[in-house]
Every structure is written in C-alpha cells, then in structure tokens.
C-alpha cells in the first residue's frame, strides 16, 4: 500500500462529489437545520438563571443525528458504483492495490462526513456561550462525534463492496445504522421486559381505626421487576449511548444539568439489579438512595464496551469487503459487471 495512491483515489472520489450541486445543496440544508436546532435550544434554556450545558448538549446529538443520517447516502456505493460504472476495473490493472482502493473509499467517505462535522462546529462554539461546558467536554464530544463518522463510513464502504447493487447495499447501511439506533433501544426494552425477577418491598402498617402508621412491624409484597440490568450491553452499543456516556459531564448538587449527563445516568441505573424498596412513613418516607452523581461514580462506563462492539461491526464489513474486491476475485455476485 501507498500514502500517495491512498489520497490519489480518495482526492478522486470527492472530486466527483465537489462536482456535484447537490452536494452544497446537501450542506446548506445542514447548516440551515443547525440554525434552527440552536436557535430553539436557547430559547428553551432561556428561563433558567444559572449557566448550564442543556444547549451544547441538544447542539451536539442534533448533529450525531444528522451525521448518522447523511454518511450512509455519502459511503453506502462507494465500491459497487464505481463496479457498476465500469470505473473500478480500470483501477484495479493499476499500481493501486485492494488496500489503497479501500482506504482511499474510506478516507474520502470520512472526509465527507467531517465536512459536515467543520460545519457543525461553530454551532457548536455558539452552544458552548449557554455556560457550563468545559473544555474537556468539547473535546471529548468532538472526538466521539468524528469515531461515528469513521464507523458508519466503513460500514457503508463494507457493505457497497459486499452487495452489488449500489441501491441495496445505500439501504442495508441505513438499516445497519438503524438496528444501532433504533434496535438497539428495541432489544433493550423487550429483553428487560422479558427476564422478570421478584423483587419485595416493604412498608408500615396502618391503623385502621386512628389512620396511623404502625411504627413496630413491617408489611412486605413481592413483585415483579424488569432485569434490565441483564441486557444493558444492548443500550451500550447506542451511538447516542456512546457519545452520552462518554462525553464528561458537569454536576449541579449531584444532578446532571445536561442532557449527556441525563442519558448517562439512565444508562448506569440499568446496571443496577433491582433491589427491596422500604417505604417507611414513621421516619423519612422512601429511602433516601444515592445521588445521580454517586451512581455514576459506582457503576462501570459503558461507552468502551459500545465503541468497541462498533468497531467490530464495521471492520468485520469493511475486511468481507476487501477480500471481495480483491483481484482476481474468486467469487462475485451474478451479473456483476467487471469492466
């Protein structure tokens, strides 16, 4: 493999793009749909007093929402279009090997999404005047926003150089990145609604005569409860999961007042096995639990575990991909076109 030829296919691919009208087409109604996002996000953040990371927050999983959307239309024929044009052929009898042919799909198809991503940023910049918002935060939500952008990018590349058809393999990666999700959100909720433990809770008796709480003994019921906990690694692979869960969050008297910090804190209650619940109205009412932030602190992050998962759904694409796009090809499709 070369450097050289790895920017050559790739400055050739987005030559082809920056041709196109609609590609600036594509961008203004992106920044426009920014405009607006921010626009709305102040104005809901408006009546609070105190600075908080609510409007970068929303800022940030409006854009992972539009990259997840747009990247599988820029990536999802970079392979079997060329196939189907009768341009690939040409540049397989060349000095590009299958790994400059792919990595430079790759960089070209990453390229285009981090353009999106350039543009996003100064909303972001702006998202970041509603306070609370640190540097470490920035940083680490651009980070995780440009590893999404790499992800979807080699499933889209994986899948256009396994299935022939360019419009097939456009709609296996939005369906790809829909079961992330989507369908990933799906078997969360169905899986933890099926595995049922029982779980006792415990309260006062009362006085039937007085209306008064029997302060000596203790009532009990058992129940049924979800075990999320058993099927939390589902919610991890979540992009938004990821970006959330990932991304530092800032804490005002324990709570989370952001919307990473939000979705975080849900994620990590999932790990927790449910428990005896103790309503006790002779001292304090229901148990006073852990704050939000002590929750986050005792539970393990998920974002790793979903990152990772990620990354081996889109090299095991990416790798089918090359050895089907290696020449001589062994095995291809019926009425692939070779030249």
């Not at 998202?127 to 940083?139: D, E, I, K, Q, S």
């Not at 994986?158 to 296996?172: E, K, N």
Request: hydrophobic residues 50%.
């Amino acid at each position: 493999m070369s450097l050289a030829r790895i920017t050559t296919i790739a400055r050739l691919e987005l030559t082809q793009r920056l041709r196109s009208v609609g590609w600036y087409v594509l961008l203004g109604i992106f920044a426009l749909l920014l405009i607006g996002i921010t626009a709305l996000a102040f104005m809901v953040f408006s009546f609070q007093d105190q600075p908080n990371a609510g409007v970068y927050s929303i800022v940030v999983n409006f854009v992972l929402l539009l990259v997840v959307l747009v990247s599988p239309t820029l990536s999802g024929n970079a392979i079997n279009g060329d196939r189907d044009a009768a341009t690939l052929a040409p540049v397989q009898v060349t000095a590009a090997t299958t790994g400059d042919i792919m990595l430079g799909k790759l960089l070209a198809a990453v390229a285009t999404g981090s353009a999106f991503l350039l543009i996003a940023v100064p909303f972001l910049l702006i998202g970041m005047l509603g306070g609370g918002v640190t540097a470490g935060m920035f940083f680490v939500s651009i980070l995780v926003l440009l590893a999404e952008i790499i992800i979807v990018a080699a499933i889209g590349v994986g899948l256009s150089g396994l299935i022939a058809r360019p419009l097939f393999s456009i709609a296996a990666t939005y369906l790809a990145v829909a079961a992330l999700v989507i369908g990933t959100l799906i078997a969360f909720g169905l899986g933890g609604a099926a595995i049922r433990s029982d779980v006792t809770h415990y309260e006062r008796p009362w006085d039937e005569t007085t209306g008064e709480p029997i302060c000596d003994s203790w009532q009990e019921y058992t129940y049924e409860q979800p075990r999320f906990d058993l099927v939390w690694g589902f919610l991890a692979a979540n992009p938004f999961v990821v970006l959330a869960d990932a991304t530092p969050t800032d804490f005002v008297d324990g709570r989370p007042n952001d919307l990473f910090g939000q979705i975080k804190v849900g994620v990590r209650m999932t790990q927790l096995p449910p428990e005896a619940d103790r309503w006790d109205a002779c001292d304090r009412g229901w148990y006073a639990g852990p704050t939000p932030e002590e929750q986050i602190e005792g539970t393990v992050p998920s974002w790793f575990a979903g990152l990772g998962l990620q990354v081996l759904i889109a090299g095991g694409l990416f790798s089918g991909a090359w050895a089907r796009t290696r020449t001589p090809a062994r095995h291809l499709p019926p009425g692939t076109r070779i030249a």
